[in-house]
């Protein structure tokens, strides 16, 4: 009987472990197969020449991805300047000062917002913050602006981004004990003292987990931001401007690589572009978590 238990142990750690295999061997594999598709542009044109020019004429053989990188790091930057504060004081106001009819209320609300489709999303935009940015916003700054605008895609990439990053950060702070906040009132702190010091704290590395996690969903976003935010191939720091983020570069364009010399490849670079950046942001908050904890 022992043999047998051994031997069904045995197997389902095999499982187990080739299920683990498989998992880290997704992202190698994603990466290998986007190096070798993207590897004929690269014959064609110098990494630098790929990454830090501005002209994009695939016609002509010129391939910059700088418009794009730019496009796609200011919409996300946008998104988190205007999300982080949102859910990060959601979240506070729900896990210590909400009833419980409050909070079981107002959780199922924020699995619908996570599940509706970006499209929706996308639609909401047009309907409303394009107008919004078009017609309100950009002539209170004397800008002439359709509303199809780099601002338009962060305010909607944001409102995307709220549920995600705001369950994650709910379930960081149910992990704080009550005894540690009645502790600290004990001795003489106010509700938002303790809260300060002891739930922030406490949670500082589930925060930034979230927080990274929201930044590299957000920058892969395709199809609600490629709707609202102009699509024009330009570098401009005016956020009601329009721009072209990298995903809407693939999406939009993925089927005309047949037509095109070597579009193919260079829409396989930009997604690999997309894939290291992502994968740069999540090392940086790794990196963040790592020094937090060790501290």
């Known amino acids: 009987m022992s043999r047998r238990k051994a031997i069904i142990q045995y197997f389902s750690q095999g499982w187990m472990m080739i299920a683990l295999f498989v998992i880290l061997l997704l ?91 970006s499209v929706v999303y996308g639609m909401w935009g047009i309907l409303i913050v394009v107008p919004f940015v078009g017609e309100s916003l950009a002539p209170f700054f004397n800008v002439n602006s359709s509303g199809y605008t780099i601002l338009s895609g962060g305010i909607v990439l944001a409102v995307m981004c709220i549920p995600y990053v705001l369950n994650m950060l709910i379930e960081s702070f149910k992990t704080v004990p009550n005894g540690l906040v009645e502790a600290t009132l004990s001795l003489g702190a106010t509700k938002w003292e303790s809260i300060k010091h002891s739930v ?42 329009a721009g072209y983020p990298l995903p809407a570069l693939i999406a939009n364009n993925y089927g005309e690589m047949l037509s095109i010399p070597m579009y193919d490849s260079a829409l396989m670079l930009a997604s690999l572009i997309l894939l290291v950046i992502v994968m740069l942001i999540n090392l940086f908050f790794r990196y963040l978590i790592y020094k937090t904890q060790k501290r």
């Open 27 to 117: 992202p190698l594999i994603i990466g290998i197969a986007l190096t070798c598709k993207s590897g004929p542009i690269f014959r064609l044109c110098g990494l630098d020449e790929l990454l830090f020019s501005s002209i994009w004429k695939p016609t002509g053989g010129q391939f910059g991805f700088l418009p794009f990188i730019l496009s796609s790091l200011y919409v996300t930057i946008l998104s988190f300047i205007f999300s982080a504060p949102v859910c990060i004081l959601a979240a506070i106001y729900l896990t210590q000062f909400a009833s419980k009819r409050l909070i079981s209320f107002m959780l199922p609300v924020i699995d619908i917002l996570a599940g509706i489709p």
């Open 200 to 241: 922030l704290r406490k949670c500082s590395t589930g925060i930034i987990s979230a927080f990274g996690l929201g930044l590299a969903k957000a920058f892969g976003e395709t199809l609600a931001v490629m709707m609202v935010v102009g699509n024009v191939v330009q570098i401009s720091g005016n956020p009601l401007e």
